[in-house]
T-cell receptor, first 115, second 114 residues
Framework: DTGVSQNPRHKITKRGQNVTFRCDPI?????LYWYRQTLGQGPEFLTY????????KSRLLSDRFSAERPKGSFSTLEIQRTEQGDSAMYLC?????????????FGSGTQLSVL | AQSVTQLGSHVSVSEGALVLLRCNYS??????LFWYVQYPNQGLQLLLK??????LVKGINGFEAEFKKSETSFHLTKPSAHMSDAAEYFC????????????FGTGTRLQVTL
């Protein structure tokens, strides 16, 4: 497999601007996850998709955050009106889902810096 | 709610010495337990997992972990550390219902010295 791909690798933006990140999962994987990781912390779950359906959203995901996975392939995560507290590494992961397929494959992440 | 506690944010061992990274979990349902490793500028990689069955699980790169229900622990060990093991290690827990939604610990940075 070619792995999980995330773009861009780095994003610097000014407070109040909107940003969008893209994740391309491993092609046969039907589950896609977004996590957020801040310095010195472990990744925190944000949301996940089974195919194109968004099945769960964390309370961490405020109304300014929206994620989509049209056609069950790539996914986008948009943050509107960014705040300095949004600065973090945004991680995408994918998996086959189902019993015996609990392993998540992570991308290298998008590092967001909000100035 | 589930949670994971990793004791020791930094662990330093000599090359060839035993590696022991501690993880305790809290879960109201039978847990699935994982160790992931993160090398600099790389994505997290699965080292090993426990779902059901044998409580001693072996993973990649010579690592293993033992699920101890009575101690709510899932410590990671390796008999002999190698310089290439230097990385950040994360313990994670999920429940069997949503097996891939993980709750991670805060991580332990492993340093290996000559």
């Amino acid at each position: 497999d070619t792995g999980v791909s995330q773009n861009p690798r780095h994003k610097i933006t000014k407070r109040g601007q909107n940003v969008t990140f893209r994740c391309d999962p491993i092609s046969e994987h039907n589950r896609l996850y977004w996590y957020r990781q801040t310095l010195g912390q472990g990744p925190e779950f944000l949301t996940y998709f089974q195919n194109e359906a968004q099945l769960e959203k964390s309370r961490l995901l405020s109304d300014r955050f929206s994620a989509e996975r049209p056609k069950g392939s790539f996914s986008t995560l948009e943050i509107q009106r960014t705040e300095q507290g949004d600065s973090a590494m945004y991680l995408c992961a994918s998996s086959l889902g189902g019993a015996g397929n609990e392993k998540l494959f992570f991308g290298s992440g998008t590092q967001l810096s909000v100035l | 709610a589930q949670s994971v506690t990793q004791l020791g944010s930094h662990v330093s061992v000599s090359e060839g010495a035993l590696v022991l990274l501690r993880c305790n979990y809290s879960s109201s349902v039978p847990p699935y337990l994982f160790w992931y490793v993160q090398y600099p500028n790389q994505g997290l990689q699965l080292l090993l997992k426990y779902t059901t069955g044998a409580t001693l699980v072996k993973g990649i790169n010579g690592f293993e972990a033992e699920f101890k229900k009575s101690e709510t622990s899932f410590h990671l060990t390796k008999p002999s550390a190698h310089m290439s093991d230097a990385a950040e290690y994360f313990c994670a827990v999920s429940d069997s219902g949503t097996a891939s939604k993980l709750t991670f610990g805060t991580g332990t940075r492993l340093q290996v010295t000559l």
